[in-house]
DNA sequence: CGGGGTGTTCGACATTGTCGAATCGCAGCC
DNA sequence: GGCTGCGATTCGACAATGTCGAACACCCCG
């Protein structure tokens, strides 16, 4: 059984490594980064050119990402049955919760945000979907690593950041963490991403009883939560029934 | 000069053609739509996999779009220029027309909806970002069409789909159409994708003067148009403004 | 239980992708 | 205005890879 095709592969690393930072790099700069010869990185990036999933940037020379990524995306979206399952339960779950609901599901060792609706009020706010979110800096996170042993194997102790002083960012205090997930069957997370908000998720599973993603609320600690830290036991209830009543439309059983 | 990667436009081939549809399709499917023997087709497919780019169904053996795509078009937004420079001013025009505003530049002879702002309301509405508009039947694509040449070379007669009973379907309709919209200085849309929506739109144009996107703006027709089924003043105004605005932002002089 | 259809695997080999070296283009500096 | 340096682009030899025909595996249906 032959391995996989390099060339794809280094394609996609390319227009991996565009996705991160500033999203602009020269050739130079894609061929160290990805250890190859500058004639190689650049008949990739002429190929990815060509088919729009890359621009170059006519004065700078330097290349970014292309218009043709945002449909295929785009397209992703219809088809993901995570997210049709559950777009009607977390609308619902926003208006009975007040806050902003979001669905994620595991991607290169992060959360990717499948389904964002925003809280119900006329604050302004920033569309997450698409975008990546650490694993244990977030209630979601949480919920996806305490159910999948091999997420939790993937994550590395270097790559704990602490985004906020209460960050969980040893193993031994992420484990412990899991743990308590596990037992409860939620997560939460109480300004570990960004100060003064705090989130609840709980795990959405597929057939077999299998976590396949997280759906949670995230809001002002003031209002998720009690004076003492642990979240209002309305909203958990809330965010418990809308997780399983999107379980039970993908076929879990009994959750 | 070599040309492109073979194996890298085929597999760009493959996220195309299921971004399509269904967007569920079996190797053999997929191998006969791209003349590709099945073997080539299967090790294409489970590279893209590895890459996280497709998705195979467990149970029917169907390939889909995979979620790392969903990130790299989000990441796509993050550096698209037109989009970075249009947001303050597409929000400004849906507050100020009270409407939808889009904003599309063009993708694989289509619209691609790059920025979308609800109508200021309370009506459900679905976020158009990333989706494919037809050039002919909406008032950003007539934009896009009148501007390019070469995008109007792309277009052939068999793809001119009636969309309403207003649709201009025949080539000569759209060639004179777009001669109106040169002349005019913006497009307008009057039930021709939708019953009883129409659209207005203006060219946004980049350094030296060349048109990289439209801005729009689509509602009711009753609210978009005087009786005569002109566009009000007012609304063409607001739109000429921000598209303008736009263009400056982004180096065009004297526009 | 057998047949049909689809996904998957295998290995020969022809074609392609890789990469070192050279060239081109452009900007900045003297 | 010319030269230098740096980054993008091109080229062609050739080794490695991607392709594809054939066979196999699996599953569903009659």
Redesign the pocket.
């Known amino acids: 059984?032959?391995?996989?095709?390099?060339?794809?592969?280094?394609a996609a690393a390319i227009l991996r490594l565009l996705a991160r930072g500033s999203g602009r790099?020269?050739?130079?700069?894609?061929?160290e980064s990805l250890e190859?010869?500058?004639?190689?990185?650049?008949?990739?990036?002429?190929?990815l050119q060509g088919v729009g999933f890359v621009e170059?940037d006519k004065?700078?020379?330097?290349?970014q990402l292309g218009a043709a990524l945002l449909h295929l995306g785009t397209s992703y979206l219809d088809v993901n049955e995570l997210r049709s399952r559950a777009i009607n339960w977390a609308d619902a779950l926003a208006a009975r919760s007040g806050e902003a609901v979001r669905i994620g599901a595991p991607l290169e060792g992060r959360v990717l945000v499948v389904h964002h609706v925003f809280r119900p009020d006329d604050s302004l706010q920033t569309l997450d979907v698409g975008t990546l979110l650490p694993l244990h800096a977030t209630a979601l996170g949480k919920v996806l690593l305490a159910f999948d042993a091999a997420l939790v194997a993937s994550l590395r102790g270097g790559e704990l950041e602490a985004y906020t002083r209460r960050t969980l960012a040893s193993p031994t205090a992420v484990k412990r963490a899991l743990a308590k997930v596990r037992e409860a069957g939620w997560a939460g997370e109480l300004g570990e991403m960004t100060p003064g908000e705090a989130g609840i998720a709980a795990p959405i599973r597929g057939h077999g009883g299998i976590v396949v993603g997280a759906l949670g609320i995230s809001g002002a600690v003031e209002r998720l939560c009690d004076p003492d830290g642990s979240p209002k036991a309305t909203l958990l209830g809330y965010v418990r029934d809308a997780a399983r009543a999107v379980s039970r439309d993908l076929g879990a059983s009994r959750w």
Chains 1, 2 share one sequence.
């Not at 059984?1 to 592969?9: D, L, R, T, V």
């Not at 790099?25 to 061929?31: F, P, Q, R, S």
């Not at 004065?59 to 290349?63: I, L, M, N, R, V």
Request: hydrophobic share 35%; proline share 6%; aromatic share 2%.
């Open positions: 059984m032959p391995g996989p095709i390099q060339s794809i592969e280094r790099l020269g050739v130079g700069e894609i061929a190859l010869a500058k004639g190689t990185a650049h008949g990739i990036l002429r190929t170059q004065d700078s020379g330097k290349y």
